[in-house]
């Protein structure tokens, strides 16, 4: 199979594989049957305080959530994180 991506295409391109790449590894989704980001271990950071909104998007999660209930698609890899919940499942913490 071949995909032609343009340049704006390329952080979605690498987040999708990178995500896909961590279900090799053990890592389950971080959101619900809807698309929604599971709270707590689909924010990339949560316990901070105040919850929202998040600075990163969760790699399982797909979204980055703002608000209770809100959340928006990263805008490019900086924004993405491997959160506590995921890096247990692939066995980087204990």
């Known amino acids: 199979m071949e995909v032609e991506l343009d340049r704006s295409m390329v952080d979605f391109a690498l987040f999708v594989a990178t995500h896909e790449l961590m279900h090799t590894l053990g890592a389950?989704?971080?959101?619900?049957?809807?698309?929604?980001?599971?709270?707590?271990?689909g924010l990339a950071d949560p316990d901070q305080e105040p919850r929202y909104p998040q600075g990163r998007a969760?790699?399982?999660a797909r979204s980055r959530a703002v608000a209770e209930g809100s959340e928006v698609p990263p805008e490019s890899l900086d924004e993405l994180a491997i959160g506590l919940a995921t890096a247990r499942e692939i066995g980087w913490v204990n």
């Open 28 to 41: 389950t989704e971080k959101y619900d049957a809807a698309g929604h980001v599971l709270v707590p271990a």
């Open 58 to 60: 969760e790699i399982m």
